[in-house]
């Protein structure tokens, strides 16, 4: 993070500069998005000799106290959040070891968009807003098939799990009459043998 804050100039001379400078140095891909996030980020001020300039409107510097206690344990957390979890990357190279493992463990679902930067959703909002889309239609299926589950009867069930003990059918003069065509098929299929 040092690195970053180091790099990045304290003014530029124009919104335009400060825009081609974020996508030069790699902090926005899409210089379209670049042109809608960059002026926000920014307030116009006087700097001597130099008159109107533009600057970042948060000093970073000054948080440098609290990043390693804002991203310790994150994926920890992360990953034992219950909820269904998407985690959008630029690349797999990001991935730490916690995280690797929790996704091979089916923990969250990774979508990796390759060509994007930290912003992924702005360098490829096409592909971000597909992937998440998907994500959601993923999810709307599972809820309205556990409903379907929730709703559905024990015997029902019983039926769609071959694996679950069958609950013992209600006693019912259809149930009688089916349980006697099975005893007398049983009794023919024996005879013929």
């Not at 790099?7 to 124009?14: D, G, I």
């Not at 919104?15 to 081609?20: D, F, G, I, P, T």
């Not at 390759?114 to 239609?137: C, I, N, W």
Request: glycine share 6%; hydrophobic share 35%; aromatic share 8%.
């Amino acid at each position: 993070m040092d690195k970053v804050l180091d790099s990045r100039p304290e003014s530029f001379p124009t919104l335009e500069k400060a825009v081609l400078w974020t996508v030069k140095s790699g902090g926005v891909h899409n210089i379209e998005s670049a042109r809608v996030a960059v002026p926000s980020k920014l307030v116009e001020c006087e700097a001597p000799g130099l008159g109107k300039r533009f600057k970042f409107r948060t000093n970073l510097k000054s948080s440098q106290p609290f990043w390693r206690e804002w991203f310790e344990g994150m994926d920890s957390k992360f990953l034992g959040c219950s909820a269904p979890k998407l985690l959008f990357l630029a690349g797999t190279d990001r991935l730490d070891k916690d995280l690797l493992i929790g996704q091979m463990q089916g923990k969250f679902q990774l979508a990796v968009v390759y060509g994007s930067g930290h912003h992924v959703h702005e360098d490829k909002p096409d592909e971000f807003a597909t992937k998440l889309r998907d994500f959601h239609k993923r999810l709307s299926a599972n809820a309205t098939i556990l409903k379907t589950v929730q709703r559905t009867p024990p015997m029902m069930m019983a039926m769609r799990n071959p694996t679950s003990p069958m609950p013992p059918p209600p006693v019912t003069v259809a149930n009688s009459i089916a349980q006697m065509r099975r005893t007398s098929d049983d009794a023919t299929t024996s005879k013929t043998q």
